[in-house]
């Protein structure tokens, strides 16, 4: 479903032609992504019955990111716009199964956590390259502020259409 989800937004907007390899790379992608939201949800002891709508989040938070990356090229708008899906998604989940937010949104923000770049940030102190390893941090924070400030707008967002009046 979101391989053809994909395939569509990429058909629909501007009529791009759809590249196969690029397609089955974004749906490993996102399979991946979902991978990991369950083996995070399994790590903390996520309720049995709460995994799959914890796998779909943050499956929806990296297509919606890898959507954002493919067509604006900004990594932080994209670690944004993925973390208010997920957000709002996770709020979906815990009213329909009325349990608490934090058990669908900590596993849906997992595979946009840029462990990589602090890796990467980290590695470059260890060389000595401290301009890289500036850099680095520095778009870590930024992606990580981006995912919070995200997720937060998410709550708001979500919260503000459902009050009650």
């Known amino acids: 479903m979101t391989l053809a ?9 501007g009529g791009l032609v759809v ?3 690029k397609l089955l790379r974004y749906g490993l992608q996102v399979v991946a992504a ?3 939201a369950l083996g995070y949800g399994v790590l903390v002891n996520v309720p049995a019955r709460s995994l799959p709508m914890g796998v779909f989040t943050g499956a929806l938070g990296w297509t919606v990111y890898l959507a954002v990356v493919h067509f604006f090229g900004n ?3 994209a670690s944004f716009f993925a973390a208010v899906c997920v957000s709002i998604s996770a ?11 934090i058990v669908y949104l900590v596993p849906g923000i997992i595979p946009l956590v840029p462990g990589a770049n602090a890796y990467y940030a980290m590695q470059a102190f260890f060389r000595d390259d401290y301009n890289l390893g500036i850099q680095n941090l ?4 930024f992606l990580a502020g981006a995912i919070a400030m995200g997720s937060i707008a998410g709550a708001m967002l979500f919260g503000g ?3 009650k009046k």
């Open 161 to 163: 259409m459902h009050q």
């Open 5 to 13: 989800l994909l395939g569509l937004c990429l058909d629909f907007m």
């Open 138 to 141: 520095a778009q870590t924070l």
């Open 91 to 101: 709020a979906i989940w815990s009213r329909k199964q009325r349990t608490p937010i």
């Open 19 to 21: 590249d196969m390899q």
């Open 34 to 36: 979902g991978v990991a």
């Open 75 to 77: 990594k932080i708008s």
